[in-house]
């Protein structure tokens, strides 16, 4: 989609939010995709067709990254959540179905946090990590155990090799090695947002425990998760998701690579609308 003005939204702290808001004369329940830390709405293109065929589908691009504003101030899960809230508000959506890819899982934690089930009737998390810092089993991050050694070595080459460091997490999303196209509009697309700004946004993701949030979960909650060379034991992560939340639970394991949407949207569109217009009925 080429953005228009019609595409941005205004928070309330001064921040603009671009989005994109598909099949609205659809009348299936709203589904809305968070994506993960460096992407954009762009990575739900193979999505969009089947997902908003009958329901309405919006995708949002979180502060900092993709089209939004790369604003210096409130870079956080919980007002990256509210920023959502926002726009759900203003455009009278309900009986969404809310789910966050990667550290759009924290984020969605973060929006059932503050604002419980406002607009929802389903919430869920795919390959995601709730808490990367947490020393649990079910934690497949990097950095896990408290590992800031590892934040800031991260950090400092980040910073200081930015499209290095973009095209190598561009290459370890994929389950198979991506072809030069793929590669590179990824490359291109994570490089859109400054390195400061990525890492103070990567530095209260990977500190803020979201795990906690489970406990209160009450409408049903889809976790699913891949086992991957990314995040080895994302699967299992998501399924452990399920067994804390205290509603009902829909857990999926995907297999390939962190970005299983795209890399096999057919599966993916599948399960995540068996979801939405069965299960969360």
Not at 31 to 44: A, E, R
Request: aromatic share 16%; glycine share 8%.
């Amino acid at each position: 989609m080429k953005p228009t003005k019609e595409n941005f939204f205004k928070v309330s702290d001064g921040a603009f939010i671009y989005y994109e808001d598909y099949g609205k004369e659809n009348k299936g329940d709203p589904i809305v995709l968070v994506h993960g830390y460096l992407c954009s709405t762009k990575f739900f293109q193979k999505n969009i067709e089947a997902l908003s065929a009958n329901n309405r589908l919006i995708l949002v691009d979180l502060r900092g990254h993709g089209y939004s504003s790369k604003a210096p101030w409130n870079l956080t899960m919980a007002r990256c959540a509210q920023d959502i809230k926002e726009l759900l508000d203003a455009l009278n959506i309900e009986n969404a179905v809310l789910i966050g890819w990667s550290m759009g899982g924290s984020v969605v934690m973060a929006y059932y946090d503050q604002f419980g089930s406002a607009h929802l009737k389903g919430i869920g998390t795919l390959d995601s990590c709730i808490y990367p810092f947490s020393d649990a089993d079910w934690n497949p991050h990097a950095v896990r155990d408290y590992n800031m050694e590892k934040v800031c070595n991260t950090i400092e080459y980040g910073t200081y090799h930015h499209e290095e460091y973009c095209r190598g997490f561009a290459k370890a999303v994929f389950g198979t090695a991506p072809s030069k196209e793929d590669e590179d509009w990824v490359t291109a697309e994570m490089m859109k947002i400054p390195a400061w700004i990525a890492f103070a946004l990567y530095c209260d993701f990977v500190v803020s425990d979201y795990s906690v949030v489970l406990d209160k979960i009450t409408i049903p909650f889809f976790g699913a998760g891949v086992n991957s060379n990314l995040i080895p034991i994302g699967a299992d992560a998501a399924k452990y998701y399920t067994t804390r939340v205290a509603g009902p639970s829909y857990f999926h394991e995907f297999y390939g690579g962190h970005m299983t949407f795209y890399e096999d949207p057919e599966s993916f569109n599948e399960v995540l609308l068996d979801f939405v217009n069965n299960f969360a009925k």
